[in-house]
T-cell receptor, first 116, second 116 residues
Framework: DTGVSQNPRHKITKRGQNVTFRCDPI?????LYWYRQTLGQGPEFLTY????????KSRLLSDRFSAERPKGSFSTLEIQRTEQGDSAMYLC??????????????FGDGTRLSIL | AQTVTQSQPEMSVQEAETVTLSCTYD???????LFWYKQPPSRQMILVIR??????QNATENRFSVNFQKAAKSFSLKISDSQLGDAAMYFC?????????????FGKGTKLSVIP
């Protein structure tokens, strides 16, 4: 168990640019989640995958956001035409499907996005 | 929609003493899961303890225990024999038990300081 891995750890970009983050879940975890955490707040749910299928999307996930999980392994989160309000920590988590529905989510270190 | 409220933005405790962090939630569901997560500065969020709503017995994990009051919709975390390593942000989280619903709803967090 190597944990959930997120890259990059930090991303600084100019407003209007596109950015892409990557998440590698714990191996054999079929479920993968993306959350956004702004300063002084708890994480807010963005989207959820089971294997390669995106099953839940929050209203926070505007048209500028897109997430993929090809082949049900790693996932990418892309933000197009970034805005100041996109500055946040983007957290990825994963959980297994076995062992009951109360399996906890294991979080990565996050990617901190700063928009100049 | 479910909401989670943590009314204590900051708390402090003397090393070796006991502290209780408060959490209340609002839901119309009868079955759900509750979690406490710990987020140390610049480090990943880790699960501290979890509780299934259908279980009357309060969960315990070593020095961590909860006081789950279902009727009052209250889920407080007690940390006994506090250690310096307990200093962190603590987030209370709610998850529905409904099929296909795996997103966590977090509170805003409580920052715990441990005084040597």
């Amino acid at each position: 168990d190597t944990g959930v891995s997120q890259n990059p750890r930090h991303k600084i970009t100019k407003r209007g640019q596109n950015v892409t983050f990557r998440c590698d879940p714990i191996s054999e975890h079929n479920r993968l989640y993306w959350y956004r955490q702004t300063l002084g707040q708890g994480p807010e749910f963005l989207t959820y995958f089971q294997n390669e299928a995106q099953l839940e999307k929050s209203r926070l996930l505007s048209d500028r956001f897109s997430a993929e999980r090809p082949k049900g392994s790693f996932s990418t989160l892309e933000i197009q035409r970034t805005e100041q309000g996109d500055s946040a920590m983007y957290l990825c988590a994963s959980s297994p499907t076995g062992g009951g529905s109360n399996q906890p989510q294991h979080f990565g270190d996050g990617t901190r996005l700063s928009i100049l | 929609a479910q909401t989670v409220t943590q009314s204590q933005p900051e708390m402090s405790v003397q090393e070796a003493e006991t502290v209780t962090l408060s959490c209340t939630y609002d839901t119309s569901e009868s079955d759900y899961y509750l979690f406490w997560y710990k987020q140390p500065p610049s480090r990943q969020m880790i699960l501290v303890i979890r509780q299934e709503a259908y279980k009357q017995q309060n969960a315990t994990e070593n020095r961590f225990s909860v006081n789950f009051q279902k009727a009052a919709k209250s889920f407080s975390l007690k940390i006994s024999d506090s250690q310096l390593g307990d200093a962190a942000m603590y987030f209370c989280a709610y998850r529905s038990s409904g099929a296909g619903s795996y997103q966590l709803t977090f509170g805003k967090g409580t920052k715990l300081s441990v005084i040597p």
